[in-house]
């Protein structure tokens, strides 16, 4: 089913109303000079936060993109997700949604699909989620287990220099990796120990953050 949508970007006056609902509501004016960019496998996958239009296209030209990979998954009344799919369709980009969160334990099912379409996407690939530090960390720390890297090597990906904060709620996806580490790696593929032994609602139930942690992220950065 095509995402439904919120704005007509076909009319001066629709896509001003994106532009504005980006900069000012979902705060693009913030991402315009922070791209927030990293190499994950170079001429594979790339990360960053969620692209302007521009970024978009400056991306796609200077690594050959060929898909993009939404993290946030389809937002109803958003300006960035209406400019970004307008722009990949407009580019000839796959734009694929495998929406994830921030602050649970990530989903079986989403890993094991997140795991499919990485294994049926066209490279180069883009993955953003909303300010490229969390979810986009998680996404790109699964890419390189499932090609053969290290717990360690997924962990660097959540990292503060993108923005995460570990002591945070948000710390759970690196509790998620180290669980990996300590139950599993060097005995199980990593997609084996998600399918058939990745305990999400124990990992849920034994991760604690520190308060501190959370009023930044939650009250001061505002994070998705």
């Given at each position: 089913?095509?995402?439904?949508?919120?704005?007509?970007?076909?009319?001066p006056?629709?896509?001003?109303?994106?532009?504005?609902?980006?900069l000012?509501?979902?705060h693009?004016?913030?991402?315009?000079?922070?791209?927030?960019?990293?190499?994950?496998?170079?001429?594979?996958?790339?990360?960053?936060?969620?692209?302007?239009?521009?970024?978009?296209?400056d991306?796609?030209?200077?690594?050959?993109?060929?898909t993009v990979?939404?993290?946030?998954?389809?937002r109803?009344n958003?300006?960035?997700?209406?400019?970004?799919?307008?722009?990949?369709?407009?580019l000839g980009?796959?734009?694929?949604?495998?929406?994830?969160?921030s602050?649970?334990?990530?989903?079986?099912d989403?890993?094991?699909r997140?795991?499919?379409?990485?294994?049926?996407?066209?490279?180069?690939?883009?993955l953003?989620?909303?300010?490229?530090?969390?979810?986009?960390?998680?996404?790109?720390?699964?890419?390189?287990?499932?090609?053969?890297?290290?717990?360690?090597?997924?962990?660097?990906?959540?990292?503060?220099?993108h923005?995460?904060v570990?002591?945070?709620?948000?710390?759970?996806?690196?509790?998620?990796?180290?669980?990996?580490?300590?139950?599993?790696?060097?005995?199980?593929?990593?997609?084996?120990?998600?399918?058939?032994e990745?305990?999400?609602?124990?990992l849920?139930?034994?991760?604690?953050?520190r308060?501190?942690?959370?009023?930044?992220?939650?009250?001061?950065?505002?994070?998705?």
């Amino acid at each position: 089913m095509p995402p439904r949508a919120n704005y007509d970007l076909t009319t001066p006056a629709g896509r001003r109303a994106a532009v504005m609902n980006s900069l000012f509501v979902d705060h693009a004016i913030l991402r315009q000079g922070w791209r927030n960019w990293g190499v994950v496998a170079p001429g594979r996958l790339y990360r960053s936060n969620h692209p302007s239009p521009w970024q978009l296209q400056d991306a796609a030209r200077r690594f050959g993109l060929r898909t993009v990979v939404n993290l946030r998954g389809e937002r109803v009344n958003c300006g960035s997700d209406a400019l970004s799919r307008a722009e990949a369709a407009r580019l000839g980009l796959t734009h694929v949604d495998a929406p994830f969160e921030s602050r649970g334990a990530p989903h079986r099912d989403r890993i094991l699909r997140l795991a499919g379409i990485y294994a049926a996407m066209e490279e180069p690939a883009l993955l953003h989620c909303k300010s490229g530090a969390d979810r986009t960390g998680l996404a790109a720390g699964i890419f390189l287990l499932l090609e053969g890297g290290t717990s360690a090597e997924a962990l660097g990906q959540l990292h503060w220099r993108h923005g995460h904060v570990s002591a945070s709620r948000t710390g759970i996806l690196d509790a998620f990796f180290r669980l990996y580490a300590r139950q599993a790696e060097g005995r199980l593929p990593f997609l084996d120990w998600v399918r058939d032994e990745y305990d999400e609602a124990g990992l849920r139930t034994d991760f604690r953050s520190r308060p501190w942690a959370d009023r930044l992220v939650d009250g001061v950065l505002r994070r998705e």
